[in-house]
């Protein structure tokens, strides 16, 4: 379970944290965010569910390194928690930039 599982997890962690200690960009309280977390879904289930059905499967994963939660369509649920803290964590840095250009203040985070 900590070779897939725990990675994922962090991974959502890692992007919570940089949004609310460290960014502070407000995205989580946009409907905007939502809406594109929503379309960024409305694709990613049926491309992941394709690959990862479990009745013809194009990619495998070994069932040892992940928790075995599988929705809908087979997806393993580490692959939501990975998807989610790309989208976001890109979402973040891009938000982030676009602020420090309208207000002249090209800082790195």
Known sequence: ????TLPAA???????VL???VLRTGL???????IAIAIVLGFQIPV????????????????????GVRIPWD???EDF?????LVTAVL?????????????AEEAP
């Open 48 to 67: 992941d569910g394709w690959l990862t059905k479990l009745s013809a499967p194009i990619v495998r994963y070994n069932e040892t390194h992940s928790s």
């Open 19 to 21: 949004e609310l200690a």
């Open 28 to 34: 989580f309280r946009r409907a905007a965010y939502w």
């Open 10 to 16: 962090a991974a959502v962690l890692a992007v919570v």
């Open 92 to 104: 973040l840095l891009w938000e982030r930039r676009r602020t420090a250009r309208r207000t002249g």
């Open 1 to 4: 379970m900590i070779g897939y």
């Open 81 to 85: 928690l990975f998807g989610w803290a």
């Open 75 to 77: 997806i393993p649920v």
